[in-house]
Nanobody
Framework: QVQLVESGGGLVQAGGSLRLACAASGRTFSTYVMGWFRQAPGKEREFIARIRWSTGTTYYADSVKGRFTISRDNAKNTVYLQMNSLKPEDTAVYYC??????????????????WGQGTQVTVSS
């Protein structure tokens, strides 16, 4: 079955960087769209970025545009989220998700069928 395993979270000071990884397995993802979401305590799950596996085209939430970069490594079946200039408000559990790639709106959580377990990112001020 499909498995998504995130790694790379941790504690970082404001202005610092982290790189999250999402290792995907269980099927061929060439037609899939991969997304990153985050959820802070007491808040809704928030879309961060997505990438279409086949073409590498990306899309970002305004809150992270210019600071975060999503990418994929086809050989490793892994999607990355490079996070720079981190702010305390970026503190959340970050989730990787996979969608079959036949949807219209990839900014909503309901579009994604598969989810990782999440990794905690904490940014101190």
């Amino acid at each position: 079955q499909v498995q998504l395993v995130e790694s790379g979270g941790g504690l970082v000071q404001a202005g610092g960087s982290l790189r999250l990884a999402c290792a995907a397995s269980g099927r061929t993802f060439s037609t899939y769209v991969m997304g990153w979401f985050r959820q802070a305590p007491g808040k809704e799950r928030e879309f961060i970025a997505r990438i279409r596996w086949s073409t590498g085209t990306t899309y970002y939430a305004d809150s992270v545009k210019g600071r975060f970069t999503i990418s994929r490594d086809n050989a490793k079946n892994t999607v990355y989220l490079q996070m720079n200039s981190l702010k305390p408000e970026d503190t959340a559990v970050y989730y990787c998700a996979a969608s079959s790639g036949f949807s219209i709106d990839y900014t909503i959580a309901q579009t994604y069928s598969y989810w990782g377990q999440g990794t905690q990112v904490t940014v101190s001020s």
